[in-house]
Each structure stands twice: as structure tokens, then as C-alpha cells.
């Protein structure tokens, strides 16, 4: 082979291997915008760290199947119920019972062999609250799905053992006790977070993170899935916002303004995605911290902070007061069914402090 035919074989294949380098970058270039896009989320806290957290797509939240055998009530768009409001001003639906199918629901996402957690704390007397809470999840919350109930405890003796039907389980959570009650209360967004990433990431679809102190009564189950899914609070949904219990104070994270807010929210009851929850309970956490440090405590503890976020990150889903009612509230008519509720309790014989 001659000096030319050399020189030309030698610069053809530089220009090969130039070539796939550049394929090379150009493939990573767009495989990591497609996974920051689709798969995950960046997630960074105000205080600059940031933590790369990746959950897979959940296809049943786009692709609703229902079957062709499947008989229910033709729907309607000139009836129903017409007593309350059933969808939100960005256009989340408002679950009332009567605006929804159960059995085509429950038809819809039987088959998607969807998974759903549930956390709940029990930490120093609120034990004695588990035994009813989990006994009734039993009957009400999720029948007939895949559903594992987390309980976050400092006394793990007295998780009370309930017979759970098949594909449902129970795994307790020790965690340190606290002599304030506020503390133990705001604890649980931290606690939530690092559940999701150490132990459901990518193994549950959905997540519920519920107050104790509470009994099912009645349905709680897939007309409540959505993206992010806040249920409006008992005391206040007849009220303007003015009368919300917001935290008022400019200096804290949690702070909204004088006529500004959309419903109030319990901090007794929430859901969701689990990204979603991961990034309201990463947001709520670091902002209670950042709080914190100003020697701030926001006026309803993490309730304060999940309202602030729930007004700029508005639920997808919105649940009416039937899923979060307090025992001692007598029943309005407009409340057709009271689902999970809240039980009479002395604040002064079960919390650490007043
Ligand atoms: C409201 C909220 C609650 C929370 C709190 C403000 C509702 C119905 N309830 O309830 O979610 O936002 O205001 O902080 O929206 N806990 C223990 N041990 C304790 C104290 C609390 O385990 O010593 C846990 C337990 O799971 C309890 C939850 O924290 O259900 C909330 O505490 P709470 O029920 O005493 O708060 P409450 O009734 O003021």
C-alpha cells in the first residue's frame, strides 16, 4: 500500500471515531434530559443541596381501561349533584359521594395491580388510637388492593396485631419519642420523605399519610387517587379565607397573604403520587427547618406549610370534608357519608406537653 492509500485509511478512520464520540455525547446529552424529564425530578431545597431522586412512570395514571363487560348507570352531564361544588377553578375534581362509580373505578384500576402506602404516627400515648385506626382501614380504606400500612412508633410493643386480608401488610417504623407535641406532629413530613426514598421509591404507586387519632367509616378507596390530593378540613369550608388559619407572619416560609387562598386543608390527611408527596413533604420539611432557624414555628405546624404549598402546587384531586370529619361536629346535610373521621380525644391526658 502506498504513503497516500496510509494516510487516507488512517484520517477515514479518525473520522469514524470522531463521529461516534460525538454520537456518544449527543446520546447521553439527550438520554439525561429524557430520564430529568419523564423519570425524575431534580429536587433542590432552599438551601441549595440537592438530591437526585428517580421514580418510575405509572402508566394506569394516564391509560384509564375500563371493561367492555362491565354493566353501570349511564352517566350524565345535566344531573347530579347540584348541593355542592364538584370541581376546583383549575379544574381538580371535588370527590363527593354520588359524583363518582365505585365499581367502574374500582373496574379501572383493579387490573393495573396498583399499590398503595399508608403512613400513620403513633408516638408516646397516641398509641392507644392504632387499634381502631387500623381495624377500620381494614373495612373501609382500599378493600380488595395492595396496600401496606407504615406505623412510625417509639413504643413498637404496642402496635396492635390485626388480622389483615391478603396482599395487605403492616410494617412499624420505631422512631425516637419527643416531649413537645408539636414537634412530633411537624417530624412526620422529614420522616415521609425519607420513607418514600429508602423503601417505596419505585415499589408503591401511591402514598396516604393520615392522622391516628381517626376512624373509617365508610369508602375510602381509588375515586381518591390523583397526582397530589388534599382533602379541605372540616371546620372551615363554609368560611372565607380571611378566617383561614393560615400562618400570618411575613417572616415565616409558611406565610399567606390576606386574601389569597383557595380552601383549607387538613394536615390530617393527604396523598398522592409518590413523587408528588416526596416533593411536598422535601418543600414543607426544609422550609420548616429554614423556619426553624429564625426561631419560627409555623401557627399549625406542617398543616401550615402543606396550605402554603398546596396554593402554589395546586391538588390534582381534592377531597370533600366526607374524608377527614371530627367526631364531635355534628353532620351537615351536604356531607351524605362521613368516610374517615377524627375521634373526641383530651388533648391534656395524651400529649407530652399543653
Ligand atoms: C391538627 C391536624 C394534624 C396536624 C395538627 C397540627 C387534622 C384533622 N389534624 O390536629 O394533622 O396538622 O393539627 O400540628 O387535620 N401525634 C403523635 N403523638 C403526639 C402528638 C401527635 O403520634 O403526642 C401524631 C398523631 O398521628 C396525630 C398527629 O400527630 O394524629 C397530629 O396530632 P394531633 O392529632 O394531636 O393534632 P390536632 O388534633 O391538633
Redesign the pocket.
Known amino acids: 500500500m502506498s504513503f497516500k492509500m496510509h494516510l487516507l485509511t488512517g484520517r477515514t478512520v479518525a473520522v469514524i471515531l470522531l463521529v461516534l464520540l460525538l454520537l456518544g455525547v449527543l446520546y447521553s446529552y439527550i438520554w439525561r434530559h429524557y430520564r430529568d424529564g419523564i423519570f425524575g425530578q431534580e429536587v433542590r431545597p432552599a438551601d441549595g443541596s440537592s438530591s437526585r431522586v428517580d421514580f418510575t412512570i405509572v402508566n394506569h395514571w394516564f391509560h384509564l381501561v375500563a371493561s367492555d363487560y362491565l354493566e353501570y348507570q349511564q352517566p350524565s352531564i345535566v344531573q347530579g349533584r347540584t348541593d355542592v361544588v364538584t370541581v376546583t377553578p383549575w379544574l381538580a375534581p371535588i370527590v363527593w359521594e354520588g359524583t363518582y362509580n365505585p365499581q367502574l373505578l374500582d373496574s379501572i384500576y383493579r387490573p393495573q395491580n396498583i399499590s398503595i402506602a399508608a403512613t400513620?404516627?403513633?408516638?408516646?400515648?397516641?398509641t392507644k388510637?392504632l387499634r381502631d385506626f387500623l381495624e377500620t382501614a381494614e373495612q373501609h380504606f382500599f378493600v380488595g388492593f395492595k396496600v401496606h400500612v407504615y406505623v412510625?412508633?417509639d413504643r413498637p410493643k404496642e402496635v396492635h396485631q390485626v388480622k389483615m386480608a391478603a396482599g395487605r401488610q403492616l410494617t412499624v417504623v420505631p422512631v425516637p419519642g419527643?416531649n413537645r407535641?408539636?414537634e412530633?406532629?411537624?417530624r412526620?413530613m422529614e420522616l415521609i420523605q425519607t420513607l418514600i426514598e429508602e423503601k417505596l421509591q419505585n415499589h408503591m404507586d401511591y402514598i396516604f399519610c393520615l392522622?391516628?387519632?381517626?376512624k373509617f367509616h365508610g369508602r375510602w378507596g381509588t375515586e381518591s387517587l390523583g397526582a397530589l390530593v388534599a382533602v379541605i378540613?372540616p371546620g372551615y369550608y363554609k368560611d372565607d379565607r380571611s378566617k383561614f388559619p393560615y400562618e400570618r407572619r411575613h417572616e415565616s416560609t409558611a406565610y399567606v397573604a390576606p386574601g389569597k387562598g383557595d380552601f383549607y386543608y387538613?394536615?390530617?390527611?393527604f396523598g398522592g403520587l409518590l413523587q408528588e408527596v416526596h416533593r411536598l413533604a422535601n418543600t414543607c420539611r426544609t422550609n420548616f427547618e429554614a423556619d426553624a432557624k429564625k426561631g419560627i414555628e409555623a401557627a399549625?405546624?406542617?398543616?401550615s406549610h402543606?396550605n402554603r404549598y398546596m396554593l402554589i402546587n395546586k391538588p390534582t384531586k381534592v377531597l370533600s370534608p366526607e374524608y377527614?370529619w371530627?367526631d364531635f361536629k355534628p353532620r351537615n346535610p351536604e356531607v351524605r357519608i362521613i368516610r374517615f373521621s377524627?375521634v373526641i380525644?383530651n388533648?391534656a391526658d395524651?400529649?407530652?406537653n399543653v
Open positions: 400513620v404516627f403513633a408516638v408516646g400515648k397516641y388510637f412510625f412508633t419527643s407535641w408539636q412530633i406532629s411537624a412526620r392522622d391516628v387519632d381517626s378540613h387538613c394536615g390530617g390527611a399549625w405546624q406542617e398543616e402543606l377527614l371530627q377524627g380525644k388533648y395524651i400529649r407530652p
